[in-house]
């Protein structure tokens, strides 16, 4: 058994973020068998660029406001928002400095 005190992971990852020149910061969590949670942290305007969605993914926004966006279509998810992904593709934005845990059904 694994325990991870999460406010302390975001905040050493948000500044992990702001530090690196990718402007982003992630860490696996926990990985079961097809079960993968994924901690990723991005600086106020860095994104995650379109990209294939997993088979079944949830994100859970844990601190600031990131923007999901699936085609020209797109949707601000302010801290403590949980959502499914849609199975198109799609890329996320950090409109604040944010934090959120991926889970997917990896393939």
């Not at 975001?10 to 992990?16: F, K």
């Not at 993968?36 to 949830?58: F, N, V």
């Not at 966006?69 to 593709?89: A, F, I, M, N």
């Amino acid at each position: 058994m694994t325990l991870h005190h999460v406010p302390d992971l975001v905040e050493a990852h948000l500044a992990a973020a702001r530090a690196a020149s990718s402007q982003r910061s992630s860490a696996t969590l926990s990985h079961q068998g097809e079960l993968r949670q994924t901690l990723i942290a991005l600086a106020a305007g860095a994104a995650l660029h379109e990209h294939a969605a997993p088979r079944a993914a949830i994100l859970h926004v844990l601190q600031g406001t990131a923007r999901l966006v699936v085609g020209e279509d797109g949707v601000e998810l302010p801290s403590g928002t949980l959502t499914d992904v849609p199975h198109r593709r799609h890329g996320l934005q950090a409109v604040t400095d944010v934090a959120v845990v991926l889970t997917v059904l990896a393939d």
